[in-house]
């Protein structure tokens, strides 16, 4: 009869394992209790074994810091991405701003155009400003459009709102405006609400004006709007110039202080108009042209 393999014997029973155990379990559990042998060991045991331990986990550590490397790379490549769409869609976004005011505004100009047209029979051609002065005492800017364009000096320079400036300057394709704030430059006005009419004047400071030569007993009120009167055939009538700021009237002096304040944007647009009046058609018998007559 064949015997079984090695391997295939069985050895001690079930319950001859588990009774040696509980044996060897207890004695352990005495010998923890009293002598205190075992803590000691394992503590030899950790010191002993620790390099062993922490050899064991280096292919671990270099595994996981090549992958949060990788990860990091990975991270930065896509941050960098992210950044360049955020700029080109920031700088898209800001040309969109730009644009819509830009048509906001050349529509207000439009609608300017259309009125002044029908109101005063100039025309009115659209300019874009090229250059602003650097020198905060010079107002002064410059046109994209000139004597090629049938720009002359003296014409008077609108935006949407009121009277900007007049030409001064001419050049072929350029020309020079004297903004309504220069200490140089007067316009004719009239009060709307009183007709009075009077002469403004730059003072050579941002978005102030003065009316000078009245009398400290003028019919002129504070939020009074001045608008052009005509006079003198440089700017159309009925055009606002400005808008009373301050008054102070003091008895020792003969003419009131007044301050105001243009209407129109001097130092805030990009496009402005450009207007020319219709000359009147002269009732001269004289000038009238003479008809030639038909040859038979």
């Not at 505004?105 to 400003?129: F, G, M, P, S």
């Not at 004297?178 to 006005?189: E, F, I, R």
């Not at 730059?202 to 709007?225: A, C, F, P």
């Not at 001097?266 to 038909?294: A, M």
Request: net charge neutral; with cysteine.
């Amino acid at each position: 009869m064949k015997t079984a393999p090695q391997f295939f014997r069985h050895g001690p029973g079930p319950f001859a394992r588990l009774f040696v155990f509980a044996l060897l379990s207890c004695l352990l559990i005495a010998e923890d209790s009293h002598f205190k042998y075992f803590p000691e060991l394992r503590q030899t045991i950790s010191v002993v074994i620790f390099p062993f331990q922490r050899m064991a986990y280096i292919p671990a550590d270099i595994y996981d810091q090549m992958e949060e490397f990788i990860a990091s790379f990975h991270l930065l490549e896509e941050n960098t991405k992210l950044r360049r769409h955020y700029l080109e869609s920031r700088e898209q976004l800001l040309r969109l701003h730009s644009l819509e005011a830009e048509n906001i505004q050349l529509r207000k100009l439009l609608r300017a155009v259309q009125q002044i047209e029908t109101k005063t029979k100039a025309k009115a051609i659209l300019a874009e400003i090229l250059y602003t002065p650097r020198d905060p005492f010079n107002h002064k800017i410059t046109l994209n459009k000139g004597s090629y364009h049938h720009i002359q000096p003296g014409q008077a320079v609108i935006d949407d709102k009121g009277i900007v400036g007049q030409i001064t300057q001419v050049y072929p394709w350029s020309s020079e405006v004297t903004l309504l704030t220069d200490k140089d430059h007067s316009v004719p006005v009239q009060v709307v609400r009183n007709s009075l009419r009077s002469v403004i004047s730059g003072t050579g400071k941002n978005n102030e004006l003065e009316l000078r030569y009245l009398s400290v007993n003028t019919d002129i009120q504070q939020g009074d709007l001045l608008v052009t009167s005509g006079i003198g055939g440089v700017y159309p009538q009925g055009i606002p110039v400005a808008t009373v700021l301050q008054i102070e009237r003091d008895p020792a002096d003969d003419f009131a202080q007044i301050i105001s304040t243009p209407v129109a944007g001097v130092d805030r647009n990009r496009q402005v108009l450009i207007l020319s009046l219709v000359q009147p058609v002269s009732n001269d018998p004289s000038e009238t042209s003479k008809i030639e007559p038909k040859k038979n």
